[in-house]
Nanobody
Framework: QVQLVESGGGLVQAGGSLRLSCAAS????????MGWFRQAPGKEREFVAG????????YYADSVKGRFTISRDNAKNTVYLQMNSLRREDTAVYYC????????????????WGQGTQVTVSS
């Protein structure tokens, strides 16, 4: 079992930056593949970024590639999402998630989810 708590969301102007953090507790953090997802009002939850256990492999949705960066610090049991050049369409609740398998990183098939943090981008 692992517990995930996101932080770092807020209100930012278009073109600005935010860094989300997800702190994990419970079983060994480094044994989990981690992902960030988001859900905008009236829309389905979607994959944003994923990272392997070691952090050497990263995966991104096309919509955020080149603007967002996922990273992890296994010593601090934390995964990050650096979001730059934010756009209004990035407005959503952002969730971090953990899974045991590297397979289907971009799918919703994760074992554990955080409660989410709101990101609002204004024009």
């Amino acid at each position: 079992q692992v517990q995930l708590v996101e932080s770092g969301g807020g209100l930012v102007q278009a073109g600005g930056s935010l860094r989300l953090s997800c702190a994990a507790s419970g079983r060994t953090f480094s044994s989990y593949v981690m992902g960030w997802f988001r859900q905008a009002p009236g829309k389905e939850r979607e994959f944003v970024a994923g990272i392997s256990r070691s952090g050497l492999s990263t995966y991104y949705a096309d919509s955020v590639k080149g603007r967002f960066t996922i990273s992890r610090d296994n010593a601090k049991n934390t995964v990050y999402l650096q979001m730059n050049s934010l756009r209004r369409e990035d407005t959503a609740v952002y969730y971090c998630a953990a899974k045991n398998s590297i397979m289907e990183v971009t799918s919703l098939k994760y074992d554990y989810w955080g409660q989410g943090t709101q990101v609002t981008v204004s024009s």
